[in-house]
């Protein structure tokens, strides 16, 4: 039996855009709290479109739940001065542990700024703030859309790696055999990180499907093709989509993944439920029960 602790786990936001939807990320986030989880992160549009929802998001995390956050930075279409402004708010909000990402351009928008890598915005938070920030950057194991070859994209996590950066999130994917090839390449390349999967739960055919033709995420055939034969019958869709990730899930722990990071879409029940297949369970060692160590177990 192998177990995943609490603080092996972590949980992404989006900043909301209503009031609607910070009402429904604060219930989220509380819910999720409750798994003890090692961090929150909270998401950074392209461009820095989100710039201000992020900064409030984080605020409102840390405030609600006492759960760490670690806020995304993305460095393409910005400039320097706009980036050690946000490092230095972050630091007075007494954040630890960022995400460092290159981006994505807005649209319409034709120059990519003074930054074209996100290895470059690593070694400007190690220039400007030492060690006081935990860097995780991203991993792809089916490869970046815009690398050139398998061999191309390792060198660059390794560029972010030698930059300074403390460890890696994964965009998500469903075949786990992508993973453990990539860590392959990834360890004979000098590349020492943890490197840890990226996982989305499947509650929605069409928005998955449109989130990984934008992202370049393989959705298996079968996987698809069993997905399409469901049509409108969304209780067949979660069902099928939990079987399918918690499978994951499990391969992946048993396989010798570090932890689980959650892309929740700011929704808490698909997330609980794979947790709770996963058999996420308290132990209070502490008399009073106030010390509670949670682990999942995998069979």
Same mark, same amino acid.
């Given at each position: 039996?192998? +177990?995943?602790?609490?603080?092996?786990?972590?949980?992404?936001? +989006?900043?909301?855009?209503?009031?609607?939807?910070?009402?429904?990320l604060?219930?989220?986030?509380?819910a999720?709290?409750?798994?003890?989880?090692q +961090?929150?992160?909270?998401?950074?549009?392209?461009?820095?479109?989100?710039r201000?929802?992020?900064?409030?998001?984080?605020?409102?995390?840390?405030?609600?739940?006492?759960i760490?956050?670690a806020?995304?930075?993305?460095?393409?279409?910005?400039?320097?001065e706009?980036?050690?402004?946000?490092?230095?708010?972050?630091?007075?909000?007494?954040?630890?542990?960022?995400v460092?990402?290159?981006?994505?351009?807005?649209?319409? $928008?034709?120059?990519a700024?003074?930054?074209?890598?996100?290895?470059?915005l690593?070694?400007l938070?190690?220039?400007c703030?030492?060690?006081?920030?935990?860097?995780?950057?991203a991993a792809?194991?089916?490869?970046?859309?815009?690398?050139?070859?398998?061999?191309d994209?390792?060198?660059?996590?390794?560029?972010?790696y030698e /930059? *300074? /950066?403390?460890?890696? %999130?994964?965009?998500?994917?469903?075949?786990?055999?992508?993973?453990?090839?990539?860590?392959?390449?990834?360890?004979?390349?000098?590349?020492s990180?943890? %490197?840890?999967p990226?996982?989305?739960?499947?509650?929605q055919?069409?928005?998955?499907?449109r989130f990984?033709?934008?992202c370049?995420?393989?959705?298996?055939?079968? %996987?698809r093709?069993r997905?399409?034969?469901?049509?409108?019958? $969304? &209780?067949?869709?979660?069902?099928?989509?939990?079987?399918?990730?918690?499978?994951?899930?499990?391969?992946?722990?048993?396989?010798?993944?570090?932890?689980?990071?959650?892309?929740?879409? &700011?929704?808490?029940?698909?997330?609980?439920?794979?947790?709770?297949?996963? *058999?996420?369970t308290? /132990?209070?060692?502490?008399?009073?029960?106030?010390a /509670?160590?949670?682990?999942?177990? %995998?069979?």
């Amino acid at each position: 039996m192998q +177990f995943l602790t609490s603080n092996m786990i972590s949980f992404e936001f +989006f900043p909301p855009k209503t009031v609607e939807g910070s009402t429904q990320l604060n219930e989220t986030a509380l819910a999720l709290a409750k798994c003890q989880p090692q +961090f929150f992160s909270v998401t950074f549009g392209a461009g820095g479109s989100t710039r201000d929802g992020t900064l409030e998001t984080v605020s409102m995390l840390k405030n609600n739940t006492q759960i760490a956050v670690a806020p995304h930075l993305a460095c393409i279409g910005t400039n320097k001065e706009n980036i050690v402004d946000m490092l230095e708010r972050y630091k007075a909000l007494n954040l630890k542990r960022l995400v460092a990402l290159r981006g994505d351009l807005p649209s319409g $928008m034709g120059q990519a700024g003074e930054f074209k890598y996100a290895s470059e915005l690593v070694k400007l938070i190690r220039d400007c703030t030492g060690d006081h920030f935990r860097i995780d950057v991203a991993a792809y194991p089916e490869i970046h859309p815009q690398a050139r070859s398998v061999h191309d994209d390792v060198l660059n996590l390794k560029r972010k790696y030698e /930059a *300074g /950066a403390n460890g890696a %999130i994964t965009q998500y994917f469903f075949n786990p055999d992508a993973y453990f090839y990539y860590i392959d390449d990834c360890q004979k390349t000098g590349i020492s990180i943890p %490197i840890v999967p990226g996982i989305m739960p499947i509650s929605q055919f069409s928005r998955l499907a449109r989130f990984s033709d934008m992202c370049g995420a393989e959705i298996p055939r079968w %996987i698809r093709k069993r997905l399409e034969s469901y049509g409108d019958d $969304m &209780n067949s869709i979660k069902q099928f989509g939990l079987e399918v990730v918690h499978q994951l899930c499990e391969r992946l722990i048993k396989g010798g993944a570090p932890g689980l990071h959650f892309y929740t879409l &700011n929704k808490a029940e698909a997330v609980k439920d794979l947790i709770d297949m996963l *058999g996420l369970t308290v /132990a209070t060692s502490s008399r009073d029960g106030s010390a /509670a160590d949670f682990k999942v177990h %995998i069979n």
